[in-house]
């Protein structure tokens, strides 16, 4: 089967000129995967997806595509929880991969930094990092597909933001093609560069609809010699934030992430993943996985944990905790806290709120859209977990065990995502901390985002991309 809306036949036979049988797709079938996000909330469509092989290709696409008022979308690894790389259902845009501009180029020991294509996944540079024996702390548990051009689109943040701040704040250069087709090339791996604004930063986090990243230079980290991870069963938030603010004051510079998992998703884990077994004596309210680095490979990092825990478990704010003891005990651990949104999604139809406030906020945070969720839809599963130790929580909500299909409950998603961010908006926090606005969200800029802010980033986008050419209905409302 050919796609529904067809190319214009001259730029049709440029692409497939330029990009050949391996760059060029239009059969349904082919493009099916692209059309779809993540979660299976949106369902797109488009005339064809292009898979160039490096910078040069992907320019001549989109300055080819820009000729013929042809939409692009560029995706990476198709793991955006916000529709963020779906096109839309008309059938016009064409689809952008970056998945063959797949080449670690360069590491460099002096400058503890690497060249990356956009394409190569998240794992494969941190796993590329670790065998040049350094360390790339940018951790979320889609990084076995999310790839580093996405990654740096959506400005990702995940487990170590606590320690090593979101994806920013390890981009050094940054390459990406603009939506005319020009490249711009600001691959200058410079830690001072005050030459006028920043367009690196505002690359950063738009989402590809300012431009499609093709290149990256990250910057690395020494590799810690020494790594402890805990997981500590806790009554509630409140324990939880006692716990870090301990770690805080042993050591700050120790801790590598701090994560927080509710009874209710940590059950799903367990129900629902095969090899998740919960390695404490019985199910806790509440639990956190904490683990901390040193380049010290003495044993004062193990002291310190040991010593800190000990403590908490005196004062009464861990009932039960276990420390690895083998690097595959450490990555059972982490399955623990990875495979939540795994396991919500095959727990039925979820609504989900990537939301963050200020610290001190969090317990007000959970306590009151919890009561506010349970009012809404009786039976609804609150299951919320996150990165405690930075402020950002995923507050999802899972349908009813019984009695609601799933189409029902996602029909109330506005209902759940306007109360979860009403309370948020009291409590001065943000209704996307880490995963994007994409499409599912676009509904809520006006309202949190409104006036001067709103203004300025539709100049912005109409400066650089006057025909709206780059992911049409992502960010921003349409007017
Ligand atoms: C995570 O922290 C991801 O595991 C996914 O950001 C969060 O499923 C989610 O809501
Ligand atoms: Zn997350």
């Known amino acids: 089967m050919s796609a529904s809306f067809q190319l214009p036949a001259a730029l049709h036979d440029s692409l497939s000129a330029l990009l050949g049988s391996a760059g060029f797709l239009t059969a349904e079938s082919d493009m099916a995967a692209a059309l779809t996000d993540w979660r299976s909330l949106f369902h797109g469509r488009a005339a064809a997806v292009l898979r160039p092989a490096d910078t040069e290709e992907c320019a001549k696409a989109v300055a080819l595509c820009a000729q013929h008022g042809v939409p692009v979308v560029p995706q990476g690894g ?3 929880m916000v529709g963020g790389a779906t096109p839309d259902e008309s059938g016009r845009a064409v689809v952008i991969l970056t998945c063959r501009m797949r080449q670690v180029s360069e590491v460099d020991y002096a400058d503890l930094t690497m060249t990356v294509g956009a394409g190569v996944t998240l794992k494969a540079a941190q796993d590329a ?12 548990s889609s990084e076995g597909s999310a790839e580093i051009g996405g990654v740096i689109a959506t400005n990702a943040g995940g487990n170590n933001t606590v320690r090593y701040g979101n994806a920013r704040e390890m981009v050094l250069g940054l390459e990406a093609v603009l939506p005319d087709g020009r490249v711009l090339n600001l691959m200058r791996r410079l830690r001072k560069d005050n030459t006028g604004y920043a367009l690196k930063h505002l690359l950063i986090g738009s989402e590809g609809t300012l431009a499609l990243i093709t290149r990256a230079i990250l910057q690395l980290q020494p590799k810690p010699a020494r ?7 806790v009554a509630d938030a409140v324990s939880a934030l006692q716990l870090f603010a301990r770690f805080r004051r042993a050591d700050p510079s120790s801790i590598q992430a701090f994560e927080f998992m509710s009874g ?25 996985l904490v683990e901390l680095a040193s380049p010290r490979s003495d044993e004062s990092l193990r002291t310190l944990i ?32 990875e495979e939540h949104a795994e396991a919500q999604k095959r727990a039925g139809a979820s609504v989900k709120n990537d939301v963050s406030v200020p610290l001190s906020a969090i317990p007000a945070l959970i306590e009151e859209a919890t009561k506010a969720c349970e009012a809404l839809i009786p039976g609804i599963r609150v299951a919320p977990f996150g ?3 930075d402020g950002n929580i995923h507050f999802n909500l899972v349908q009813p065990a019984r009695g609601m299909d799933p189409g029902e409950f996602l029909a109330r998603s506005h209902d759940i995502m306007d109360t979860v961010a009403g309370i948020v908006k009291r409590l001065d926090g943000s209704f996307s901390a880490e995963h994007g606005v994409g499409q599912l969200k676009t509904y809520l800029m006006p309202s949190w ?3 001067a802010e709103l203004d300025m980033m539709r100049r912005i986008k109409n400066a650089i991309d006057p025909e709206c050419l780059f992911n049409p209905g992502k960010i921003l409302p349409t007017e």
């Open 387 to 389: 990165h405690i130790g």
């Open 449 to 451: 985002r409104g006036g």
């Open 78 to 80: 198709n793991t955006s």
């Open 227 to 233: 790594v402890e991870v805990a997981l500590c069963a």
């Open 129 to 140: 990092a670790a065998a040049a024996g350094l360390f790339l702390p940018l951790s979320i």
């Open 306 to 337: 040991e010593e800190t825990l000990g403590e908490a478990v005196e004062a009464g704010l861990v009932s039960d905790a276990v420390l690895a003891e083998s690097e595959a005990q450490r990555q059972g651990l982490w399955k623990l806290r």
């Open 264 to 288: 209710q998703s940590m059950a799903l884990v367990n129900a629902l993943i095969d090899g998740a077994a919960l390695p404490l004596s019985e199910p806790a309210p509440a639990y956190v």
